[in-house]
């Protein structure tokens, strides 16, 4: 009899958390396993435990076990094309944002230009590998995205955080999103 291996929980439905405070998904994202970016498989962005990821948009999150690096979103793309795309390592690639926010807030590279060098992404990409989690959050209505990953840049501290827009993490996230479609 085969059995199969239950991937880690990297997996938040929105739904779950519209009428709780902010800092409820805060904290749920910084405790949840996440995935590790080493064992990562494409299949892994489409399916969660052998259960389709129903529609593959929202907000994703890279982390390590001591800090959030950055907090993206997809609203167009699934998680299955977008989250990839971050670990190219080509300087000027279009959509490699963890690989230049490693570069720049964790081993305060100085950037030469409006890239990084290609050695610098690729020391980027290895540490992300070696240290990197990945977490999806599941939206199910794309009016919601933009704003949730906005709230979440102002609120869970990550590499990419706003310099100065911040939201109460006592506020009730429905309260605050733009209502459902």
């Known amino acids: 009899m085969k059995t199969t291996q239950q991937t880690p929980n990297?997996?938040?439905?929105?739904?779950?958390?519209?009428?709780?405070?902010?800092?409820?998904l805060v904290n749920e994202i910084k405790e949840i396993e996440g995935i590790k970016l080493s064992d990562l498989k494409v299949r892994d962005l489409t399916y969660c435990n052998d259960?389709?990821?129903e529609p593959g948009l929202g907000v994703y999150i890279f982390k390590t076990?001591?800090?959030?690096?950055l907090v993206g979103k997809t609203s167009s793309n699934s998680f299955t094309e977008r989250v990839?795309?971050?670990?190219?390592?080509?300087?000027?690639a279009w959509f490699n944002r963890l690989l230049f926010i490693v570069c720049r807030e964790h081993y305060k590279i100085k950037i030469n230009g409006k890239y990084y060098e290609k050695k610098d992404?690729?020391?980027?990409?290895?540490?992300v590998f070696e240290?990197?989690?990945l977490v999806l959050i599941n939206a199910?209505?794309?009016?919601?995205?933009n704003e949730l990953e906005n709230i979440l840049r102002g609120t869970a501290d990550p590499l990419n955080k706003?310099?100065?827009k911040r939201y109460d993490k006592a506020d009730i996230l429905s309260n605050i999103l733009p209502p459902r479609l």
Request: proline share 6%; hydrophobic share 35%.
């Open 140 to 145: 199910k209505d794309l009016n919601q995205i």
């Open 10 to 24: 990297y997996l938040i439905e929105l739904s779950d958390f519209l009428d709780k405070p902010i800092e409820n």
């Open 51 to 53: 259960k389709l990821i």
């Open 65 to 69: 076990n001591e800090q959030i690096l």
């Open 162 to 164: 706003f310099k100065t």
């Open 131 to 133: 240290n990197g989690k």
């Open 84 to 92: 990839p795309k971050h670990f190219d390592v080509r300087p000027g």
């Open 121 to 127: 992404y690729e020391k980027a990409s290895k540490f």
